[in-house]
């Protein structure tokens, strides 16, 4: 009894046991979602098909954005709901400068990491916008990130002058191996970008002091301030982390079509990682955070989704089941409802143990 | 005039540069901009393109008010508006029958949403936005394609108007043109007074700041924190239920795409019109002034020539990041200056 005490306390436990229902759902409802097959795409080389892969594959972006949210989620108590804007803005910038001012290059003008690099620049610099008014002028994250929200797909728009850039398979054949395949690879690049993201988050958070220092200043900045720490930086710094991720997302996103849609581009996605890092159980207000957590979080909102798109919701009408699920998630998750049903369950207990007594 | 200022409480200061603010922007529309800022019916334009808008504001800012968040507004608004066309074209409906919808809707949203943030203590912006999905995804599986309402009834209740004497103008041809405001406005008037009011006056109304003033104090004072915060999102869902309705009556029309947006615009107005989302500030006056703010910068932009799409999210992006740092800055000078003087800063440790 106490060792499964101890599992449901965790704070990993929210995710993992959405991950599983979500699993054992699917392993009823048609056991053949788990199959993965070697097939062959239009190239002939050899590609991994299945839903699994495609919710590894697809959940790339999410997991990446989750790191960065969840840092920012931790140090400011808000979260940043520019993300999806940002992603706009990193891929317009990458196909500006690799196509230059013609929409339908026929050969490259630089290579792929001077246009990835300068996408992360132009990332950290509103990220830094973001974080500057959060930390300086004392504007909650939410509402200083609405400004990035409702300006960053003009602000996309305008770097291409509206037009649509395409980077097609005759121009440049490795641009699409970001978001695809590259080839003799049966794995989704996606994945190990996302891989190795967690990778290098995971190595900083151990061997730096990042974790502490932006849960202390979470949960209290003026004490942290009297500890010495800086609290105003910490926060830009969470934020600019974010920024880096944004821009890998966007190299993902606008490599997956090789073009880019302003308007359509990474839509919802702000709301899918905000979800992804309640998911993990991580308090929204801020303070302690469990990466881990998180990142499994985002794959369990794709599973979801490919669950959903499985069983053959519309697409539009998608948002609505998700919805409900998330809904009963945090209902389920919620510390009280939590209470209750282990009052509720005590109380059985006891009533039952006071019938074999009397018995 | 500086004393008098630092005197003001947040609420009435924020208002106050609030309103300044939208009636120097208005005139120099007027001064520099010339002939269509210049007639009356233009400024009524401001009321009858953005009547919905209004009333959702002003549901949001009460829920801001006590500290919470809903970003439900605009899927819920869309949502009504295809279900009243649905009602009204596919399944018989009048227009009674539409509006009761409307409500009900609306009422819906507000109890469900408020029960689970007031009293199962979960995050508003987790709620709201697993609302504002559902609301979203609803519209669609209501209906798919958007559509006009034909229903004669409907037809004559949205193109009714109210002319108001005395401010028509007369057009290129030498004819007199009333000067005319939608059903949805007076609508929107009524409730922004009666919110006024309340908020002012009411037991209610002084619940709803101490609550997002500080909870641990209201709860001290006997008030009833949890009831408290369920009504402001009962009454913000039934006025987006409401909104919904005007929405519908202005366009005549139910589509998915209908609100795009519609709950950032609204928390971007009342955050321009000095409410704050941490809670316990914030004015409905002033929210309707920030909705006539947003929009007005709008017209502008669009009537100066910059009429690509981009420049409109620039500028309204730009002129809230502005209200943003300047609002943050004279927070911070007046807490600092108030606190040189012994007696406030007791106050001030007594409100912290």
């Known amino acids: 009894m106490n060792i499964l005490k101890k599992i449901v306390s965790k704070q990993i436990f929210i995710p993992c046991a959405a991950l599983l229902l979500l699993a054992l759902f699917n392993l009823i409802n048609d056991p053949s979602f788990f199959k993965i097959t070697l097939g062959h795409n239009s190239d002939g080389d050899p590609v991994l098909n299945g839903y699994l892969i495609t919710i590894l594959d697809y959940g790339s972006e999410l997991a990446i954005l989750a790191i960065g949210m969840t840092l920012v989620t931790a140090a400011t108590g808000g979260q940043d709901i520019s993300v999806g804007a940002g992603i706009a803005i990193a891929g317009s910038v990458i196909l500006r400068v690799l196509c230059g001012s013609n929409s339908r290059p026929t050969e490259l003008q630089t290579s792929l990491i001077v246009a990835f690099l300068v996408a992360v620049l132009v990332s950290m610099a509103f990220s830094a916008f973001n974080g500057v008014l959060v930390a300086y002028f004392k504007i909650q994250p939410m509402v200083a990130t609405l400004i990035l929200f409702t300006a960053g797909r003009s602000i996309a728009a305008w770097i291409n002058n509206n037009e649509l ?35 290098i988050i995971m190595l900083v958070l151990k061997f730096t002091n990042l974790k502490l220092y932006t849960q202390s200043v979470g949960i209290n900045p003026k004490s942290s301030r009297l500890n010495g720490l800086n609290p105003e930086m910490i926060k830009i710094i969470s934020f600019v982390i974010l920024g880096v991720c944004v821009a890998i997302s966007g190299l993902i996103k606008v490599s997956r079509l090789q073009t880019i849609n302003y308007s359509v581009v990474a839509k919802d996605i702000e709301m899918d990682a905000i979800l992804a890092v309640a998911l993990g159980g991580n308090a929204l207000s801020g303070g302690k955070f469990n990466m881990w957590a998180s990142i499994l979080g985002a794959y369990v909102i794709q599973f979801l989704t490919t669950t959903l798109y499985k069983l053959d919701v519309r697409s539009d009408a998608l948002p609505a089941y998700k919805a ?21 369950f005590k109380k059985f207990r006891s009533s039952e143990n006071k019938g074999g007594a009397a018995a | 005039m500086i004393k008098k200022l630092r005197n003001m409480n947040d609420t009435n200061l924020l208002l106050t540069i609030t309103v300044v603010v939208f009636v120097v922007m208005y005139l120099c529309a007027v001064i520099f901009l010339g002939e269509g800022f210049r007639s009356p019916q233009t400024f009524l334009n401001l009321f009858n393109n953005n009547a919905s808008l209004i009333i959702i504001a002003c549901g949001l800012s009460l829920v801001m008010i006590t500290g919470g968040i809903d970003i439900s507004v605009g899927g819920v608004t869309a949502l009504v508006c295809m279900s009243c066309a649905v009602n009204l074209d596919l399944h018989g409906g009048n227009v009674f029958t539409s509006m009761l919808i409307a409500l009900g809707i ?8 408020g029960f689970l943030i007031a009293y199962l203590d979960i995050q508003p912006f987790i709620v709201t936005l697993a609302g504002m999905f559902f609301a979203r995804g609803l519209t669609t599986i209501v209906h798919t394609d958007p559509f006009n309402v034909q229903n004669p009834d409907f037809v004559d209740l949205r193109n009714a108007r ?3 004497p005395g401010l028509g103008s007369t057009n290129r041809k030498g004819m007199y043109i009333d000067a005319t405001i939608e059903i949805g406005v007076v609508v929107a008037i009524v409730i922004v007074l009666a919110l006024f009011f309340m908020l002012r006056w009411s037991k209610l ?17 006997g008030i009833n924190v949890k009831r408290t915060k369920f009504l402001s999102y009962v009454f913000c869902g039934l006025l987006a239920g409401i909104a919904g309705y005007v929405y519908f009556m202005h366009v005549g029309s139910g589509s998915p795409s209908h609100a795009q947006g519609a709950e950032m615009n609204a928390i971007a107005s009342s955050i321009i019109g000095g409410t704050m989302l941490t809670g316990g500030v914030g004015n409905i006056v002033g929210t309707l002034f920030g909705v006539l703010s947003l929009s007005t910068i709008k017209d502008i932009v669009s009537s100066i020539g910059l009429d690509d799409a981009w420049w409109t999210g620039i500028t309204v992006a730009a002129m809230l ?5 300047v609002q943050s800055i004279v927070m911070a000078k007046k807490h600092s200056k108030g606190s040189s003087s012994k007696k406030e800063e007791t106050a001030a440790a007594a409100q912290t």
């Open chain 2, 162 to 164: 109210i002319t108001i």
């Open chain 2, 205 to 221: 109304g002084r619940n709803f700041y101490a609550v997002g003033g500080n909870q641990q104090s209201a709860l001290m004072l």
């Open chain 1, 324 to 344: 409900i699920v998330v809904i009963i998630l945090v209902v389920a998750s919620a510390p009280i409802v939590r209470e209750k049903i282990g009052g509720f």
């Open chain 1, 165 to 199: 850039p395409i980077i097609s398979a005759d121009c440049d054949k490795s641009f699409s191996y970001w978001g695809n395949y590259i080839p003799g690879i049966p794995i989704p690049t996606p994945v190990f970008i996302a891989a190795i993201s967690v990778l």
């Open chain 2, 321 to 325: 990041c502005i209200f943003l740092i």
């Open chain 2, 106 to 113: 609306g009422l819906a949203f507000g109890l469900v949403q």
